[in-house]
């Protein structure tokens, strides 16, 4: 009897435990998911973290996959931190690696508010990433007040406004630091393929270095009325770093023109990197006087002038390139890669135009032999009226004609005073305007180890003629992977084996766009 009581009891005591053991496993197995929030609602560029909560409490695997149901609206990450990429709806999921149960938050994403700007900004102003800014007007950042832009903030000008545009003047500053994943853009406040050169007014920066107009300064151009220039070639007007200027540039008239980034005796304190300017109805670049340095520069499809230097510009440059677009020119002159005067009387005022510009490459309009352009593109570099500029290691590619040195500064080139050194022309349909005068003296004379190649396809590049996807790298064996020297160059620039913007790597990935028309903004 005893003995079958204790059987009884062991059977118990085992069920038992079997049932308390298959109890504890399925405690561990997963049996749902929940999320922080099911609805959601962020404006572009915002972003929210979800948090995934795995069911029940005792299961052993909550590790979740996180998806969106449409990458273009907003993206999420492994994490769950979702990210607003542009207007409309999508769903964010949560799926368990054990058993694929679900939860889903419905994602709303809305436009940034848009604030109207114009007058004038006289006190310290941060402009952010959550607005879109809407330059209604000239925007003027008066003396001793410092203008703020955080990356990643959208500032449009307004086409329908009299001269939309943003005017640092003197003792004021600009403190535009992008990044390379947040560029700041200044773009056109048009529709998606409705944008087009000229459809605002530009950035100026106006400082307070030397210039050589007659006074020491002078009225900036494009008609704005902000004085420009100084004493103090240190003069620090802030810094612009990742930034893209799309759709600039108002010719008002002749040599009253407001140009993609304008530049009037700008000092060398400032920083300048990283900058883009696409589509200008003008010159994207010019200086007038100033010693500000810059690097990393990118002009897109310009109408006028890529780099114009002018008025005792004596500042350095490295790393920098213009495309050209055939169909685009500038119908009331001639459109140049380069165009450098000292003044636009070519006087010998001082200080002379005596830029360094250092692994520049620029490629106009003319991709193949039979490629058609606008009548209007003129020369890869014409330098002329008492210019001293200096060029070293440039690739000029793909005009009418490579080069071009007129009057007297013919004489300051025999001097020494203009230089091209360790240069290349190649695809250009003429390599000169002045058979004589540059054949004999700028690349038949050794001691400048300049190169001539007769055709875009001698230069082994990849596509540096796509128009909206260009691609400037040399190709292996490429001639522009050598010859470059630094000989006697300022400390500014870094020793590079290249001639040309580009080497082994390729500074415009990332933040650049080649292809605005077509952006959703």
Request: proline letters at 4%; hydrophobic letters at 35%; a negative charge.
């Amino acid at each position: 009897m005893r003995k079958s009581i204790f059987n009884l009891l062991t059977l118990f005591l085992s069920v038992s435990l079997a049932f308390t053991a298959c109890s504890e496993e399925n405690d561990k197995l997963v049996t749902g998911v929940s999320l922080n929030v099911t609805t959601l609602e962020l404006t572009v560029g915002k972003t929210s973290q979800l948090t995934a909560t795995v069911l029940p409490e005792t299961a052993e695997n909550k590790n979740v996959a996180w998806s969106s149901s449409n990458t273009a609206i907003a993206t999420v990450s492994e994490t769950g931190l979702v990210t607003a990429v542009k207007i409309g709806t999508a769903a964010i999921t949560a799926t368990t690696a054990e058993g694929a149960k679900t939860a889903v938050c419905n994602l709303t994403v809305g436009a940034k508010p848009a604030i109207n700007v114009t007058g004038n900004i006289a006190a310290n102003t941060t402009w952010t990433a959550d607005k879109v800014y809407i330059l209604d007007g000239p925007v003027y950042v008066k003396e001793s007040a410092t203008l703020t832009i955080e990356p990643g903030t959208l500032i449009k000008g307004k086409k329908a406004s009299v001269r939309p545009a943003l005017i640092i003047e003197r003792g004021a500053k600009i403190m535009a630091n992008g990044t390379k994943e947040l560029p700041i853009v200044f773009t056109s406040d048009q529709p998606k393929g409705q944008r087009a050169s000229g459809d605002w007014g530009g950035i100026i920066i106006c400082g307070k270095a030397k210039i050589n107009v007659v006074g020491g300064e002078a009225e900036i151009e494009g008609g704005i009325g902000s004085k420009y220039g100084g004493t103090d070639d240190n003069d620090n007007s802030g810094t612009m770093r990742y930034v893209r200027i799309e759709f600039p540039g108002i010719p008002f008239e002749p040599n009253k023109e407001i140009n993609g980034l304008t530049l009037g005796g700008v000092g060398k304190g400032t920083i300048l990197e990283y900058i883009q300017v696409s589509f200008s109805g003008d010159d994207s670049f010019e200086w007038f006087g100033g010693s500000v340095n810059a690097k990393y520069i990118v002009a897109h499809r310009g109408i006028d002038d890529d780099f114009d230097t002018d008025y005792g510009y004596s500042g350095y440059v490295q790393y920098a390139v213009s495309l050209r677009d055939p169909n685009l020119a500038d119908a009331a002159g001639d459109s140049n890669g380069f165009e450098s005067d000292n003044d636009s009387g070519g006087s010998t005022n001082t200080p002379f135009t005596s830029a360094t510009f250092s692994n520049v490459s620029v490629f106009g309009p003319v991709s193949t032999p039979e490629a058609t352009y606008n009548a209007k593109y003129n020369t890869a570099a014409r330098l002329r009226r008492n210019t001293q500029l200096k060029l070293h290691n440039m690739v000029f590619a793909g005009f009418p004609y490579g080069l071009l040195i007129e009057g007297p500064s013919q004489a300051a080139y025999t001097a020494g005073s203009l230089v091209i050194k360790n240069s290349i022309l190649g695809g250009n349909k003429a390599d000169y305007k002045d058979d004589t005068y540059l054949e004999s003296t700028v690349f038949e004379n050794a001691d400048n180890a300049n190169r001539k190649f007769a055709t875009n396809d001698a230069l082994m590049l990849n596509s540096p003629y796509n128009l909206t996807a260009p691609n400037f790298m040399p190709k292996s064996g490429s001639p522009l992977l050598s010859g470059a020297s630094f000989t006697g160059l300022p400390a500014f620039f870094k020793a590079e084996t290249f001639v040309g913007a580009f080497g082994l790597s390729n500074w415009t990935e990332g933040w650049t766009n080649f292809d605005p028309q077509n952006t959703d903004y």
